[in-house]
């Protein structure tokens, strides 16, 4: 069984005499596989509402129905909905918000100073951009909460499956829990197929009306009729909804937040779920309103069609209407396109996604960045942030266990722009002793003295520390074994002949041209066989954990949309309100953005696409393709296919985050 779509309009199956369910024993047995090919499998999307606001509201005992946004310098990077009903949004420029409702409360993000040990909520925080970096802190604090809470509230692994997706969402894959609460629910299905065939089809569900609660159902289009039999797709939807809102329940009344979600047979329909009706519902999409759900959107709004390949696609077929894309065959979409990406489009606008839930949610690397307007000029200036990035940095370890030991990062990077170039320097942390913030600090200044030994180190636009190769202390236990150890040898044999090699990139050089370099070269390449070689690829490079869920929390591109949090790329204040109202229009997100926020906003989608390539990269992950094993690709271009959401070459503004 490849793809579930036969199942989203075809009508029930007729076995004889009886009416039986079009699903069979072998759906069954996969359900309990969680596989991603199973067509009656459950996904959830859990997103938190107006997350900062939320995280504000509550910390400061604000009444629900106060209308609150969140500061940071001179934008706000999140409105609560009371305050969103007066027309606010996070492109609003302050006055603006203010004029439009008066008693809207504007809290400040925290932020580090230098010399502090601790980020602090401070009065003055709004004028101190040029002495303050953003602290996201309190944000993840209340992120890791609510992931516990989350966690705690699901029957453990092996049924248990939770992917942290951003700072405040997750993906739950409830395939196996909702498989062992229909079988105690319908014993009737625990026995044995007749004739011990599992292609028999299951027997029809009880018909008794399904109570959906409060929950949002998206309709079905005008030829169904809710008249058609539920059959157990339709069960394992509402058991998967049950789940969702005792989790939401329990994050409300024990932590108080509200959040929304969506119930659906993958991901992508998950997600776009969970955005239908904000804030503090869930929708549920079943299998046979997945088509006319998407009939909708543009296809240009799906995952990765918001880019060049989705103008492509518009242009191609002279449309952007989904439905209309449904007319076109397979065989016209891999003529367009290219073979595996038209069959990935195929699927995709058919509501199809197999990639999986990745339960990792280990951190690879983290960093603290700050854009200077104007620019930095001296060493002295230079090596105040350096402290101020330690401190954020050292502040995070700790909370990773490195003081235990538990896990310990293996190299730190410096990244440090200069007109349009960013140039990055590496060292290894060394080994066998305890990692605190004077040592972390002295390498950080080495760093800095290398960039300035090659002169071009003034003016700085961007500095930015990272630290990466996060590894399991001693004791730790070490799942995959001798295969990760071979992968971290080759990872050390790498960054010390980058060392030796005086290793200093520019920007450009950190693509896929380095990427061939380390495949290349001949120490690293015993360490894997030709099958190995993609899963520890990607954890070549230290600093490649843009992509990993706590790293976006540390820069969080995503955030960097209306304002950025640990970038504070600004103009000054008075600049600043002219500058806004020039906007440009995001094709990806049809939406308008900011002028001054437009390489910011571009970073974020380079960001973001690659995260959601490394997942698709990530162990047994498959990309969301129905014939995933057709793709391998290297991270960074490599492949002559056109991959979905970019094109090979990085646009303008993505730059500064190609530097992994
Ligand atoms: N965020 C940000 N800048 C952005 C997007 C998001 O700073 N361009 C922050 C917001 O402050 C937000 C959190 O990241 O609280 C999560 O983002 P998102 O889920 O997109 O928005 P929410 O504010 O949570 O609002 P919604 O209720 O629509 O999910
Ligand atoms: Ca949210
Ligand atoms: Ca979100």
Known sequence: MSSSQPFITSSPIVAGPRRKSKFTF????????????????????????????????????????????VQQWQGLIAVNYPARSFGLNRFIAIPEAKKLCPQLIMQHVATWREGDDKWAYRPDSSKSINTDKVSLDPYRLQSRRILAMIKETLPPAPLQKVEKASIDEVFLDL???????????????????????PLENLPQPPSTVLDWKADALVDLDSSQTEDDDPDWDDIVMLIGSEIVRDVRKAIREKLKYTCSAGIARNKMMAKLGSGYKKPNSQTVVRNRAVQHFLSDFKFTKIRNLGGKLGEQVVSAFGTDQLTELLTVSLDQLKAKVGDDTGTWLY??????????????????????????????????????????FVADIYARLVEEGVVENKRRPKTVNLHHRQGGQTRSKQLPIPSGRRIDEGSLLDLAKTLLGQVIVDGRAWPCANLSLSVGGFEDGVTGNRGIGGFLVRGDEAKTVNSAQRLQNGHDSTDEEFGPRKRRKVADDPNIRRFFSKSESTGEYEDFDADSGFQTPEHNDATDP?????????????????????????????????????????????????????????????????????????????????SGTMRPGRGGKPQTGQKKLAFS
Request: net charge negative; aromatic share 6%.
């Open 347 to 388: 699927g995709v606008i058919r509501g199809e996604d197999t990639s999986e839930i990745n339960p990792r949610t280990q951190i690879k690397s983290m960093l603290s960045a700050k854009s200077f307007r104007p620019s930095i000029n001296s060493t002295d200036q230079a090596e105040k942030w350096l402290r101020i």
């Open 26 to 69: 072998k759906h069954l047995s996969l359900l309990s596989q969680s596989s991603t090919s199973c067509p009656l499998r459950v996904v959830a999307h859990i997103d938190l509402d107006a997350f900062y606001a939320q995280c504000e509201m509550i910390r400061l005992g604000v009444a629900e129905d106060q209308p609150l946004a």
């Open 175 to 197: 395939s196996e829990h909702v498989h062992s609460i229909l079988l105690e629910r319908y014993p009737e299905l625990a026995g044995p197929p007749p004739y011990d065939d």
């Open 558 to 638: 995503g955030h960097q949309q209306s304002s950025k949090p640990e970038q504070d790329d600004r103009p000054k204040e008075q600049e600043l309100h002219q500058q806004q109202l020039e906007t440009y229009f995001c094709k990806a997100c049809q939406k308008s953005i900011p002028r001054i926020e437009e390489a910011e906003h571009q970073d974020w989608h380079f960001a973001k696409d690659l995260e959601n390539e490394d997942r698709h990269q990530t162990g047994s992950d498959t990309i969301a393709r129905p014939n995933s094993h057709s793709v391998v690709r290297s991270k960074r271009g490599g």
